[in-house]
């Protein structure tokens, strides 16, 4: 039996059940890696926890642990994809005022071209 909270209408917590296909590249208890169906960059992962937060704005204490894992996947999928020395960029977008579309928190990591500040 899991503990992990998941939402049935959810488009993330689907593809973490499986009951959606993506390109994954990592699992693990509390996180899954996959590639972003509308990749902005030749690199284009998206990094979530298993557990449903909607927003980076409803993290809560007790999520310390999760969201650390999150960013311990990010480095190890920059160095597998060979972004370390070139760069990379990591987004969470919080709220439809800042682009959020699925409400399923996720870690954007992109690599692979040059970026640019402010991201607009
Ligand atoms: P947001 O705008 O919420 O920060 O990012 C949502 C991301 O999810 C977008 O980059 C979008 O391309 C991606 N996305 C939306 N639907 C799907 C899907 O069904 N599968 C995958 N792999 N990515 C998706
Ligand atoms: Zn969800």
Same mark, same amino acid.
């Given at each position: &039996?899991?503990?992990?909270?998941?939402?049935? =209408?959810?488009?993330?917590?689907?593809?973490?059940?499986?009951?959606?296909? !993506?390109?994954?590249?990592?699992?693990?208890?509390? !996180?899954?890696?996959?590639?972003?169906?509308?990749?902005? !960059?030749?690199?284009?992962?998206?990094?979530?926890?298993?557990?449903?937060?909607?927003? *980076? !704005?409803?993290?809560?204490?007790?999520?310390?642990?999760?969201?650390?894992?999150?960013? &311990?996947?990010?480095?190890? @999928?920059?160095?597998?994809? =060979? @972004? &370390?020395?070139?760069?990379?960029?990591?987004?969470?977008?919080?709220?439809?005022?800042?682009?959020?579309?699925?409400?399923? *928190?996720?870690?954007?990591?992109?690599?692979?071209?040059?970026?640019?500040?402010?991201?607009?």
């Amino acid at each position: &039996m899991s503990s992990i909270h998941q939402e049935n =209408d959810c488009l993330f917590c689907n593809i973490v059940q499986k009951k959606i296909p !993506a390109q994954i590249v990592y699992e693990d208890e509390t !996180a899954l890696a996959f590639e972003d169906i509308s990749p902005q !960059a030749p690199v284009h992962l998206l990094v979530i926890p298993k557990t449903h937060i909607p927003r *980076l !704005a409803d993290m809560t204490t007790g999520d310390e642990k999760t969201l650390t894992q999150l960013f &311990m996947i990010i480095h190890k @999928l920059a160095g597998e994809k =060979d @972004l &370390m020395d070139s760069g990379f960029r990591t987004v969470i977008n919080s709220g439809e005022g800042a682009g959020q579309t699925v409400f399923h *928190l996720h870690v954007h990591l992109m690599g692979g071209r040059p970026f640019h500040w402010p991201p607009g």
